[in-house]
């Protein structure tokens, strides 16, 4: 939805990615796709990574990578939605 909007003002030859390291290269593929180049700034995580031990921080962890993951993989096998507007 960001290419869309960025369209219609016209573009823009790079924009500043801001999201967490788990998020951030299946979101820099999704701007590239939708023909804009991203500068990576690197949020940190809510809660930072630590050593391995039950605890619901870890859980939360490996769910983030989980979901990125799979996400990942359903646009590659699926296709990616693209917002561009049809001329």
Same mark, same amino acid.
């Given at each position: 939805f960001s290419s869309l909007l960025l369209?219609?003002?016209g573009g823009a030859? $790079?924009?500043y990615l801001v999201t967490d390291a788990y998020h951030m290269p299946r979101s820099? =593929?999704?701007f590239a796709n939708n023909g804009?180049? $991203?500068r990576a700034i690197s949020a940190p995580l809510p809660?930072?990574?630590s050593y391995w031990q039950p605890s619901s921080t870890n859980l939360m962890h490996s769910r983030r990578a989980t979901y990125e993951l799979l996400a990942t993989f359903r646009d590659l096998w699926f296709g990616e939605s693209n917002? =561009?507007?049809i001329p």
């Open positions: 369209q219609k003002q030859p $790079t924009v820099q =593929r999704l804009i180049a $991203t809660n930072p990574l917002c =561009r507007e």
